[in-house]
């Protein structure tokens, strides 16, 4: 059975700190997604990483993946207020099932 | 929001009664999703469609049906509602081309009395 954990699961952190979230999941699959989710909206896309040593980079926030240790890290590099949300990670099942699993979510809250 | 609406945005209702959730899409996405979301949980798949009449089960399927007539609807139902379907519930889409990124639907907030 995949499982997908996310590491810390609550995080509170001052502006101008960086920070790390970490997604460790249990199958072979090359393909992870990061999501956002504002308080009572919905989820929005933020990175797709198709393949090991994939990077992507949006402003303060960089994602990576790792295929063989089966870890993605969301990197915050100078946070802002602006950040605080609940980050998910979510993997495939398996490659070409459409089936996705969510890490349970690391909630995200930055202090001024 | 990719065009992914749901209907009702919110709904109470008491054990024992049928209740269906509709998610609507107008961006031809061939993969409909529906996900609960629970404290705790995170998002958990009940049940997804790869095309028109094809669905599969997710993790947490029991107690739910749906049913996709056309490419725009998905459809969930809860045949008999019970207090622990009370939650959050997200329909989601994606075309399944290289990305297959999800779009999300604003949600659905469901409380069985």
């Known amino acids: 059975e995949l499982k997908v954990e996310q590491n810390p699961l609550f995080l509170s952190m001052q502006e101008g700190k960086n920070y790390t979230i970490y997604c460790n999941y249990s199958t072979t699959s090359d393909r992870l997604y990061w999501y956002r989710q504002d308080p009572g909206k919905s989820l929005e896309s933020l990175f797709v990483l198709l393949s090991n040593g994939a990077v992507k980079q949006e402003g303060r926030l960089m994602a990576s993946l790792d295929t063989k240790a089966r870890l993605s890290t969301l990197h915050i590099t100078a946070a802002v207020h602006d950040l605080s949300a609940t980050y998910f990670c979510?993997?495939?099942?398996?490659?070409?099932?459409?089936?996705?699993?969510f890490g349970t979510g690391t909630r995200l809250k930055v202090l001024a | 929001d990719a065009g992914i609406t749901q209907s009702p945005r919110h709904k109470v209702t008491e054990t024992g009664t049928p209740v269906t959730l509709r998610c609507h899409q107008t961006?031809?996405?061939?993969?409909m999703y529906w996900y609960r979301q629970d404290p705790g949980h995170g998002l958990r798949l009940i049940h997804y469609s790869y095309g028109v009449k094809d669905t599969d089960k997710g993790e947490v399927s029991d107690g739910y049906s749906v049913s996709r007539s056309k490419t725009e609807d998905f459809l969930l139902t809860l045949e008999s509602a019970t207090s622990s379907q009370t939650s959050v519930y997200f329909c989601?889409?994606?075309?399944?081309?290289?990305?297959?990124?999800?779009?999300f639907g604003p949600g659905t907030r469901l409380t069985v009395l």
């Open positions: 989601a889409a994606t075309q399944g081309a290289l990305y297959n990124e999800q779009f």
């Open positions: 961006e031809n996405h061939r993969y």
């Open positions: 979510a993997v495939e099942l398996a490659s070409g099932t459409y089936k996705y699993i």
